[in-house]
């Protein structure tokens, strides 16, 4: 017997039938003699359309009445689950994230966990009753209801199974597991049979959709092994699990990319120390992440400075750079949301030179220019005109030997 939650995206619970099919699923691992819990999304497209509500009434609206808003998509899916598995014989009850209770701070639209007790929920499994939790959702430090940003409900997935200590935490989606690269965009991608943590921490956080990013984070801490899989096809899936678990560690495991950056540059920015501290400081308190950042060499005692947003992030810190302009002094603020980050991940890269030559010499070889570079241990990345994406990502999967033979 094992313990095990399932997980299942907006695509797998998209309409009554595809419910249905969960229902199934989840009754054949109550069948095998395990203990289940299961945690949903809303169902495709139904979180769209909340958020587009809230933005049409105020493209800068309270946060706290956004999560209100957006929760209630996933609330609709555990009750609709529930009386699908109670319809088929198992014993099944709908739980909210403030029912659970998933404890998380007050950052609205992107909370982060704090705190999950699972003794009651482990008391029920054993009572032989399926949890159907919530995604996405949590409590506030004032008890408000909070969500955890695109893609929460895997972080939702993966703190329950820490919680309850579960021996696996399945993640059901729409492909059939971890690939080297978007197979819509390379149809020779490879799909994965294991995936260190770090990697694919860094696969997620520089665009790969698979799995959210402090999803990834919270299972490499708390040592759970994720698995992903289809939820239309009895296939195997890929392993997300410790690196002492991967036998052969390739040079380099994938190519991501992702579409949602805005470039933002700071025009003649005063040269002096300190001025980095004023331009992100107020982003930081605003909850607006920065990722790629660039300082140009400084003349006439100002310098241009180029970070990167989210594109949905754009807005906000316009408003918050607006605000700090006085105390700040740059001349003017120029955006660009129509980029794309290209990465390149992989563990061997730690032990090897010349990753990034092969990256930089194969985007020049296709007249593909380079806005900004970062690099770290296992990653290098750059940012590309957005135009430019689909060739990148096929030229770098080709200059990698990842496409399948």
């Known amino acids: 017997m094992a313990r095990i939650v399932m997980k299942f995206g907006g695509t797998s619970v998209a309409d009554l039938d595809r419910i249905r099919n969960v229902a199934t699923r989840v009754k054949r691992e109550v069948d095998a003699?395990?203990?289940?819990?299961?945690?949903?999304?809303a169902m495709s497209g139904v979180t769209n359309g909340l958020v587009k509500w809230c933005q049409d009434l105020s493209p800068l609206h309270d946060a706290r009445e956004y999560d209100t808003v957006v929760a209630t998509g996933e609330q609709v899916t555990t009750g609709l689950l529930a009386i699908a598995l109670q319809t088929i014989g198992v014993d099944a009850r709908s739980w909210q994230g403030w029912q659970v209770a998933i404890r998380t701070d007050g950052a609205h639209g992107k909370a982060r966990v704090e705190e999950i007790d699972g003794a009651l929920l482990v008391e029920r499994m054993g009572q032989g009753q399926v949890p159907v939790i919530a995604g996405f959702q949590g409590i506030g430090p004032r008890n408000r209801i909070t969500t955890l940003g695109r893609g929460g409900s895997d972080l939702s997935a993966?703190?329950?199974?820490?919680?309850?200590?579960?021996d696996r935490c399945d993640i059901y989606t729409d492909v059939d597991g971890i690939y080297t690269t978007d197979p819509r965009i390379v149809p020779r991608a490879r799909k994965l049979t294991h995936v260190a943590y770090e990697e694919m921490l860094e696969l997620a956080s520089v665009g790969a959709k698979v799995l959210q990013t402090r999803s990834v984070e919270l299972a490499m801490k708390q040592k759970v092994r994720v698995q992903v899989l289809s939820s239309f096809e009895d296939k195997p899936g890929s392993l997300v699990v410790?690196?002492?678990e991967i036998v052969e560690q390739p040079l380099v495991t994938g190519v991501a990319y992702s579409r949602d950056e805005a470039k933002v540059t700071l025009r003649r920015v005063p040269d002096k120390p300190g001025i980095a501290a004023l331009v992100f400081g107020p982003l930081s308190d605003a909850n607006v992440n920065v990722d790629m950042i660039v300082q140009n060499l400084g003349t006439d005692g100002t310098t241009d400075m180029t970070f990167t947003v989210g594109k949905a992030d754009l807005p906000r810190a316009r408003e918050v750079l607006d605000g700090a302009r006085p105390e700040i002094g740059f001349a003017e603020i120029v955006a660009d949301p129509e980029v794309t980050k290209i990465s390149v991940v992989g563990i061997g890269m730690r032990s090897h030179a010349g990753v990034a030559a092969t990256m930089f010499k194969t985007l020049a070889a296709k007249g593909i220019n380079i806005q900004v570079i970062s690099t770290s241990e296992i990653k290098t990345s750059v940012l590309v005109g957005g135009e430019y994406t689909e060739l990148a990502v096929r030229a770098l999967h080709t200059a990698y030997g990842l496409d399948a033979p």
């Open 33 to 41: 003699g395990n203990e289940v819990a299961v945690v949903v999304s």
């Open 158 to 166: 993966v703190a329950v199974a820490a919680a309850v200590r579960a």
């Open 242 to 244: 410790d690196e002492d």
